[in-house]
């Protein structure tokens, strides 16, 4: 199965268990992963400042970049940034941007950065199910929870 297909196929099987998941979380944890969940919801640049925007982008070593005019003007242009430099752009949607950074950190065989290991890890092996006989402690408990 190609990987866009398999991607966006396991993440609607998979999508609506984490949100429950993250949103049953308390604590510290909790409230990290509701800084990280709530700007997945709507995210709006307040600015057009061309050179902000490219500063911004220059210091992303890792991300997907979703720039919207604000007066909703025209489609959202959805990009994917490898340090600093914008690999693809114009795609239709976040969960096609996500799969196309996985699987160019898969096929260049890019080392996931150390503040996303735990993402990719569980991308890779619980996702897209590649590679996933072992898996860290972390992942595993997530797998359990997504399974039960």
Known sequence: ??????FLSQ???H????M????KRGGQMGRRLENIVAPMVECILQTA???LIQGSIEETTL???VFKQRDGSREPDISVV????????????VALATAMLFGLMYALNLNYPPEFKYTFEVLQKVVMELEGTTLSKKA???KNRLYQ
């Not at 199965?1 to 398999?6: D, R």
């Not at 999508?15 to 984490?18: A, E, I, T, V």
């Not at 490898?82 to 949607?93: H, K, T, Y």
């Open 11 to 13: 993440l609607d099987v």
């Open 20 to 23: 429950k998941l993250f949103k």
């Open 63 to 65: 991300g997907i970049y």
């Open 49 to 51: 400042d061309e050179a």
């Open 15 to 18: 999508s609506k268990k984490l």
């Open 140 to 142: 595993q408990a997530l």
């Open 1 to 6: 199965m190609p990987l866009q297909s398999k």
């Open 82 to 93: 490898l340090e600093g430099q914008v690999v693809l752009q114009e795609l239709n949607n």
